[in-house]
């Protein structure tokens, strides 16, 4: 159960992250404070929901997209979250390919580099 809640908080920091890089560097890319944390808590779930259900059609319809499927899940992530969180704003295509690209991004390196500084309970070697 720990190592659940620390996953799921190493999710959410990386996204976070991710969300944060996304508005640092895109110009266009805009989230009100408030709906920041709503966005990274929305988000979030919304990955952790979608990831088993676009795997699971990839597998039968487009398995070439397997491969690609944290990207695919990054942007079906942020265009639901998009649509369900009034203060936030995008912009245009290149942004939401850059977008997609940079919460991935973040998340992958956070989610790498954070469980190395965050207690998950168990004994090292």
Request: hydrophobic share 55%.
């Amino acid at each position: 159960m720990r190592n659940s809640l620390v996953s799921a908080l190493i999710h959410t920091l990386g996204n976070a992250i991710g969300l944060a890089l996304a508005m640092l560097l895109l110009p266009g890319f805009r989230i009100g404070l408030t709906a920041f944390i709503v966005a990274v808590l929305l988000f979030t779930v919304l990955q952790l929901l979608l990831r088993p259900l676009i795997l699971k059609f990839t597998r039968k319809k487009l398995p070439a997209l397997e491969g690609g499927i944290a990207l695919v899940t990054t942007f079906c992530g942020l265009l639901l979250t998009s649509l369900l969180i009034s203060d936030m704003q995008i912009g245009g295509l290149s942004n939401w390919l850059l977008a997609t690209l940079l919460v991935w991004l973040g998340a992958l390196v956070s989610g790498a580099l954070l469980p190395r500084y965050i207690n998950t309970g168990e004994e090292g070697p």
